[in-house]
C-alpha cells in the first residue's frame, strides 16, 4: 500500500489528513485542516495561513480521487464543512463515519454531527456507521474500532480508529487517542499487528493543564509496546507537535527503541518538521505586544493556549 500523510501539525497545521492507495481502492482519512484560533495570545500568522490554504488544496485534490471518506469524529481539524474544504469532495463517495448518536459528547452530537451529515447525506453515495465494523471493498478491508475515548475520558467525545488491510499489509490511523493512553486504545492496535502505525501522540503542549503527567507516562509507555510488539514503523505527531519540546520525547523514545523507525508526519514524507504553531511567539517578533493589546481591547481573550476541540 502507498500511505500519503497530507496535512499534519508536523508540516505547520492542525490535521491528520491521511491518503491510502490499496491498489483497487483509494481511502482519505479525516480531510480536515485547522489552526489554532489563538495561541500564546495571538492569532494566526500569515505563513500558517498560507500553509493552510496549500495543504488544504493537496487535501481537496486527493479526496477528489479517493474512492472512500473516512471521518473518525467530528472536530474541525478532522472534517470540514465547506470553509477550507469544498464540500464536492463526497459527490458519489462512500463515506465511513464515527457514529453521530451513540459515544458521543453534546458539541459533536447536538450541532457538529448532525449538520455536517445533513450537508453531505445528498452528495455521498452511501453514508455508513463504522463503530465497530468490517467493510470488504474489492480487496482491500477497513476495520474499525469500537469508539474510545478521545483522550482520557468522554470530555472531549471518542473517537474510532481505522485499519486498512491489502495484500497482507495493514495500516492504522489512531485518530486523537492523545497518546495512546488506555489500554482500550491500545487492544484495536495489538490485536490487528499492523505493519504502519499512524498515532497522534501525547498532548504535550497541555501537560500539566488538559493533559497529566500520568497520561504522558502512559502513553509513553504505550508507544513503545507497540514497537516491542512489532511494529515496523510508528510516526508519532499532531497534538504531540504542538510543543517544540517533542523533540526530547522523540529522542527519549529512540534511545530505548534502538534501530527502530519512529518519525514524524513530516519526516516520514522526506519533508523538514515545521512547527508553525509553537513557533507563533518568533513568527511575530516584535509585533507580539502590539497584538496582543489589540486582541485586548477588542475583547478576545489571550490566555497562553487554546484548543480548537
Do not use: W
Not at 22 to 37: E, F, K, M, Q, T
Not at 260 to 288: D, F, H, N, P, W
Amino acid at each position: 500500500m502507498d500511505v500519503e500523510l497530507l496535512a499534519f501539525d508536523s508540516m505547520g497545521v492542525r490535521s491528520m489528513c491521511t491518503f491510502v492507495d490499496a491498489g483497487d481502492l483509494r481511502i482519505i482519512i479525516d480531510p480536515g485542516v485547522s489552526l489554532a484560533p489563538r495561541r500564546f495570545g495571538l492569532p494566526p500568522h500569515r505563513l500558517e495561513l498560507e500553509r493552510l490554504n496549500e495543504l488544504a488544496k493537496v487535501i481537496t485534490e486527493k479526496a477528489a480521487i479517493s474512492d472512500v471518506i473516512i471521518i473518525t469524529h467530528y472536530h474541525y481539524d478532522h472534517h470540514d464543512l465547506g470553509d477550507i474544504i469544498p464540500l464536492e469532495i463526497y459527490d458519489k463517495k462512500i463515506v465511513l463515519i464515527k457514529d453521530p448518536k451513540n459515544n458521543i459528547n453534546r458539541s459533536q452530537g447536538d450541532f457538529r454531527a448532525p449538520l455536517f451529515l445533513g450537508i453531505i447525506k445528498e452528495k455521498a453515495e452511501k453514508v455508513e456507521v463504522a463503530d465497530g465494523k468490517s467493510f470488504q471493498i474489492g480487496k482491500t478491508k477497513i476495520e474499525f474500532s469500537r469508539a474510545v475515548f478521545h483522550g482520557s475520558s468522554s470530555l472531549l467525545g471518542y473517537v474510532v480508529e481505522v485499519m486498512v488491510e491489502a495484500d497482507g499489509d495493514r495500516v492504522i490511523h489512531t485518530s486523537d487517542v492523545q497518546g495512546p493512553i488506555s489500554d482500550d486504545q491500545m487492544a484495536f492496535l495489538l490485536n490487528k499487528k499492523p505493519r504502519l502505525v499512524i498515532a497522534d501522540g501525547p498532548m504535550i503542549y497541555m501537560l500539566g493543564y488538559r493533559y497529566s503527567y500520568e497520561n504522558l507516562e502512559s502513553s509513553m509507555r504505550n508507544l513503545g509496546r507497540l514497537i516491542e510488539e512489532g511494529i515496523e514503523e510508528l510516526v508519532v505527531d499532531h497534538h504531540f507537535l504542538r510543543d517544540k519540546n517533542y523533540s526530547q520525547y522523540m529522542k527519549g523514545l529512540e534511545d530505548a527503541h534502538p534501530g527502530a523507525k519512529i518519525c514524524t508526519a513530516a519526516e516520514y514524507m522526506g519533508k523538514e518538521v515545521e512547527l508553525l504553531e509553537a513557533k507563533r511567539v518568533e513568527l511575530y517578533g516584535s509585533q507580539c505586544s502590539e497584538i496582543r493589546r489589540k486582541m485586548r481591547t477588542s475583547g478576545v481573550r489571550t490566555g497562553s493556549v487554546m484548543d480548537e476541540e
